[in-house]
């Protein structure tokens, strides 16, 4: 066989074009030449399932013994091995052409017909069953994908599954750890798994159909291979055979959680990782490879999300799952369970970051050591999550605040000891901003997991007694900065961190890159009944900013040092109160930010700093202004916000060409409005004036009372997103029905005139 008429068939499947002669011709081009011993060997051990796949094994299947002979005299231009891998690779091709609505019907049945052929003549799946063993990673790869696509196939095609592919996973499966050869197997399934679940016009039947065989065997093997002892000689080489079971086992876990949506009743090893998580989590905290415990923690991030692939099904749907808020319980009552003993603190988090080829950084390289915050930020907010779930779940407020503190205090002691400049954060509140301000989406659904567990405490509170008293007032409010979890203090912070740009918030509105949307209009609704608190906390903020103190100049290097801290504006301090140390933030001024100590040639500087944009901070505000398109916000669960504010807004995908329009839109818009806030707030040093001059300025011009500028300038955000929206709506620009979320922005606006006029 002449490696030409490979590659002619290769071009002419990839153009789609018919293929001119018989099928037989091309099917004999494709048969792989696999040792005949090797072959008899593997098939003799396969179990049987069934009387079917007795009866497939037994039957004589007919061969092309012409064409056979006339191949084996043939000269090859190439090795074998190259001719074998061109072979895999247009049967994975055939396949996909087959099923593509691109090309011709009458192309697609000559497609079809030849890969039957493969299947029933050539008995191409037990040579590639037999390549899964092969030493040759390359071949053994290029088998898996292949095999994989040929059981995608003939589900599809014949409503079947494919019973030497059956037999040799269920084969595989019962005989591990005796036999620990399984990651073709794994990975085989996942491929199949994934293929099915992809596919919308394949009938619900067929993900019953390809794991009903195979349930109970995968539960078996979850327990065996999960109960290893990982810090065994096995798991020392990221390249050792156990290793590779695991990285092929947890991207099957991944799959299988994908498939549970297609399920009205999930199969038992759709559960598994909810019911039995704990063996996760005790691999996770072992000493196997850290890449290794790195994937499982992105899984449990996944899985505790509701998003278990980014590509599949949306996440409202995934909760319409039967058993899913016992799966859920049970799953977070094992995290929090182990998070109230020390299983976070001694997790080992790499300051190393993953590079192409290694892990080790280039020379030059500028990349700071540290933890890695990625994992940091996944395990966050699966304890979070988890968290928010609980409590959803709790009947009573002592209920949930027994575990909830204990839970927060071990996440705030691990956030300590793996953040940067942890011992410069004074206020607990701060630390969500501090810790997910890189990752968008992980932000947005850890601030609304706080929120919707602050929400459900504060109505258990108030339902258990009418009138409260001024000491469980403040008891409570003491509670929420504690404990890390005041969604006012939450808010004011984040806008800190973005220099209060409206344009920020308006990209996570007309994105689907996050909940922000759900977080928004709950977060909304809870000011407007809740407006006096938050005035209070904006105070607050002020009395610490600098505007009324005693100023001293401080040395440059301290300031520099201080203002790098995460771009926060009120933490250029001289002083470094200890981070165990927490007053009540209704009675101490020194509770929410440091002590600023500077000179009056240093207000204007000063005053910029509370705009958040220090020079070392210029990507971080430029990486929260990113579209990424994947799901979040659009399938967030949103039947407890209230039908009358969400009924309209629900958050559509943006096409590229439409969100480069509405920034055009708002782009003269934002910079007229980033000018006059320049203005109306920042004291600007070529004017001449000095601080009381400044803020006289601000007083008169804008009838704002002194010490109020953390009010103005929030309120003053929102105002301008507000604008920006009804413009970009005006001109049907907006991606879905604002008018719920601008009536709550126009009542927050009314709020804030009446108390800035009094």
């Not at 490979?6 to 293929?19: E, F, V």
């Not at 209230?642 to 839109?665: F, Y």
């Amino acid at each position: 066989m002449k490696i030409s008429l490979l590659q002619q068939m290769y071009k002419d499947i990839l153009a789609g074009t018919p293929l001119p002669k018989e099928s037989y011709y091309y099917t004999s081009f494709l048969n792989l030449c696999v040792g005949q011993s090797q072959e008899r060997d593997e098939l003799r051990d396969l179990p049987s399932t069934d009387d079917s796949i007795r009866s497939h094994q037994d039957a004589v299947i007919p061969t092309t013994d012409d064409v056979s002979h006339n191949l084996a005299n043939m000269n090859f231009s190439f090795c074998p091995r190259e001719v074998m891998l061109l072979q895999l690779t247009l049967i994975e091709m055939l396949v996909a052409k087959a099923e593509s609505q691109e090309i011709g019907f009458s192309t697609q049945q000559k497609y079809c017909e030849i890969l039957l052929l493969l299947l029933k003549e050539t008995q191409v799946d037990s040579k590639l069953v037999c390549l899964l063993s092969s030493y040759d990673q390359l071949l053994s790869h290029m088998a898996s994908k292949s095999l994989a696509s040929l059981v995608y196939f003939q589900l599809k095609e014949e409503n079947a599954v494919n019973v030497t592919w059956l037999s040799f996973s269920l084969k595989s499966l019962l005989e591990f750890p005796m036999h620990t050869q399984v990651a073709g197997c794994l990975w085989t399934l996942m491929a199949v798994i994934k293929d099915v679940t992809k596919d919308k016009m394949l009938p619900e039947s067929g993900i019953l159909k390809l794991l009903a065989p195979l349930d109970a065997v995968l539960e078996g093997f979850y327990n065996s291979i999960l109960q290893h002892h990982f810090d065994s000689q096995l798991y020392s080489s990221p390249y050792s055979e156990a290793a590779n079971n695991l990285v092929s086992f947890v991207d099957l876990l991944e799959a299988l959680l994908a498939s549970r949506t297609q399920l009205q009743l999930p199969l038992r090893c759709q559960r598994v990782l909810f019911l039995k998580v704990s063996y996760v989590l005790n691999l996770i905290n072992s000493s196997t490879q850290y890449f290794i415990k790195k994937k499982f923690i992105m899984l449990l991030k996944k899985c505790i999300l509701y998003k278990p692939q980014e590509d599949a099904v949306s996440g409202s749907q995934f909760l319409q799952n039967p058993y899913l808020k016992e799966d859920m319980l049970a799953l977070s009552n094992a995290v929090l369970q182990v998070v109230n003993l020390t299983w976070l603190n001694e997790i080992p988090l790499s300051g190393k970051a993953s590079y192409f080829g290694s892990s080790e950084a280039l020379s030059g390289d500028n990349t700071q050591s540290g933890s890695d915050q990625t994992v940091l930020r996944a395990l966050s907010l699966a304890v979070l999550k988890a968290l928010e779930f609980k409590c959803q779940n709790s009947a009573t407020e002592a209920e949930i605040k027994e575990g909830f503190e204990s839970s927060m205090s071990h996440l705030l002691t691990f956030w300590r000891n793996h953040m940067k400049f942890s011992l410069h954060i004074a206020h607990h509140c701060e630390w969500l901003s501090l810790v997910f301000i890189e990752q968008d989406d992980d932000m947005w659904e850890a601030a609304k997991a706080l929120l919707l567990i602050y929400l459900k405490i504060d109505r258990l509170r108030c339902d258990a007694a009418d009138n409260l008293s001024r000491e469980e007032e403040e008891s409570w409010d003491f509670h929420t900065h504690a404990n890390g979890y005041n969604p006012h203090c939450i808010f004011l912070f984040f806008l800190e961190k973005i220099s209060f740009d409206s344009t920020v918030l308006l990209d996570f509105l007309i994105s689907s890159e996050t909940c922000f949307l759900e977080y928004l209009v709950r977060y909304l609704k809870l000011l407007r009944e809740d407006w006096h608190q938050f005035v209070k906390i904006c105070n607050h903020f002020d009395t610490k900013c600098g505007s009324s103190q005693a100023v001293s100049s401080i040395k440059p290097e301290l300031q520099e040092k201080q203002s790098c801290i995460a771009g926060v504006s009120l933490q250029n301090a001289s002083c470094e109160p200890e981070p165990q140390t927490l007053l009540p933030l209704a009675s101490s001024h020194n509770y929410l930010v440091f002590t600023t100590e500077q000179g009056d040639n240093e207000v204007a500087e000063s005053n910029q700093s509370n705009s958040l944009l220090c020079n070392n901070n210029t990507s971080l505000l430029g990486s929260l202004q990113r579209l990424v398109n994947y799901d979040s916000s659009e399938d967030s669960e949103l039947e407890s916000v209230g039908e009358e504010c969400l009924v309209n807004t629900k958050q559509m995908p943006l096409h590229k060409e439409c969100e480069t329009m509405i920034r055009e839109a708002v782009c003269s818009y934002t910079d007229d409005k980033q000018n006059k806030l320049k203005s109306e707030v920042l004291p600007l040093k070529q004017k001449g004036s000095n601080t009381s001059s400044n803020l006289a300025h601000i007083v008169s011009s804008d009838n704002i009372i002194p010490l109020r500028i953390m009010l103005y300038k929030s309120t003053k955000c929102l105002e301008e997103l507000q604008k920006a929206i009804s413009r970009l709506q005006g001109r049907n620009l907006f991606p879905y029905n604002p008018s719920a979320l601008l009536r709550l922005l126009s009542h927050i606006e009314k709020i804030s005139k009446n108390t800035n006029s009094q």
